[in-house]
């Protein structure tokens, strides 16, 4: 398992887990569009997500972890920004997190 940090932007409005859900509903192809597999892929991870407060940090498996590496790695971005390096950083260096089961 991966751990992700929701950390806020500046201004406490907007956090790493808004941009990254904001990346995971738009289609990887946006030409052709979205398909039912794609769907399946992230929607789920995009409830985890938005369930998750600012300043707490969420669990992902390994699969839906790089599901969503591999969206911040690709983006689009409208900004160049070091605090979008930071998140895109922070995504990419996850901790990983071993959880015992009970």
Do not use: W
Not at 55 to 69: Q, S
Not at 72 to 83: A, D, F, S
């Amino acid at each position: 398992m991966r751990k992700l940090i929701n950390t806020p932007f500046k201004g406490g409005e907007v956090s790493y887990f808004d941009m990254i859900c904001q990346l995971l509903t738009r289609p990887s192809d946006v030409n052709a569009g979205s398909n039912y597999e794609e769907m399946l892929e992230v929607v789920e991870i995009h409830g985890k997500l938005k369930d998750t407060e600012s300043g707490d940090h969420i669990l992902l498996e390994e699969e839906e972890y790089k599901t969503v590496a591999s969206r911040v790695r690709i983006g689009p971005y409208t900004l160049n920004t070091e605090e979008v390096l930071d998140m895109i950083k922070s995504v990419l260096s996850a901790e990983k997190v071993k959880v015992e089961e009970a």
